[in-house]
């Protein structure tokens, strides 16, 4: 069982807008920021989200992240096909003796 | 360009040993703490372990610590997982990442431990 736990799936049609959870605990999330990654089939993780909210050069506005206390969000609006991936949240856990954890990934389809 | 290329994966037994490692480029390796990370196949993402910018502080997931081994050399920009005493459970794509907040990722390199 993951640390962070979100949802194992999520759909939505072209041009919706569709959310992902991701919820920890005060040792993480609630005290540290989330990172949220994208992984498309057959290829390594993309960083989608840093520091709870923030995007990186390259990554298109229509993905924001957001925070609150022990959860955290990804929303992606305007969907598109291409959006189709598995999207991990992660965050460290000061709790823990070891590095940081991820959440069990949702698998995002576009219908 | 950042480039983070892993090598050494491959079948083990059981029991056996192998050493991956990392070929950073493109950024000041010497200036970012850097991560193992690991894939199970059809599985999530698995932080294994991490380790600071000096290779001073290193961190282990509970499910590999006293099995390996991170370490780092910054004048060769190399990054570097010593993989001992493998499980069949270990079996998995590992990949090389850069920073504590994870921005850049390899391509990963795939270990099968198989009898």
């Known amino acids: 069982q993951s640390v962070l736990t979100q949802p194992p799936s999520a759909s939505g049609t072209p041009g919706q807008r569709v959310t992902i959870s991701c919820s920890g605990s005060s040792s993480n999330i609630g005290s540290n920021y989330v990172y949220w990654y994208q992984q498309l089939p057959g290829t390594a993780p993309k960083l989608l989200i840093y520091r709870n909210n923030q995007r990186p050069s390259g990554v298109p506005d229509r993905f924001s992240g957001s925070k609150s206390g022990t959860s955290a969000s990804l929303a992606i609006s305007g969907l598109r096909s291409e959006d189709e991936a598995d999207y991990y949240c992660a965050a460290w856990d000061d709790s823990l003796s070891g590095p940081g954890v991820f959440g069990g990934g949702t698998k995002l389809t576009v219908l | 360009e950042v480039q983070l290329v892993e090598s050494g994966g491959g079948l083990a037994q059981p029991g056996e040993s192998l050493r991956l490692s990392c070929a950073a480029s493109?950024?000041?390796?010497?200036?970012?703490?850097m991560n193992w990370v690991r894939q199970a196949p059809g599985k999530g993402l698995e932080w294994v372990s991490y380790i600071s910018r000096s290779g001073g502080t290193k961190y282990y997931a509970d499910s590999v610590k006293g099995r390996f081994t991170i370490s780092r050399d910054n004048a060769k920009n190399s990054l570097y997982l010593q993989m001992n005493s493998l499980r069949a459970e270990d079996t998995a794509v590992y990949y090389c990442?850069?920073?504590?907040?994870?921005?850049?990722w390899g391509q990963g390199t795939l270990v099968t431990v198989s009898s």
């Open positions: 493109g950024f000041s390796f010497s200036s970012y703490e």
């Open positions: 990442a850069r920073d504590g907040g994870i921005d850049y």
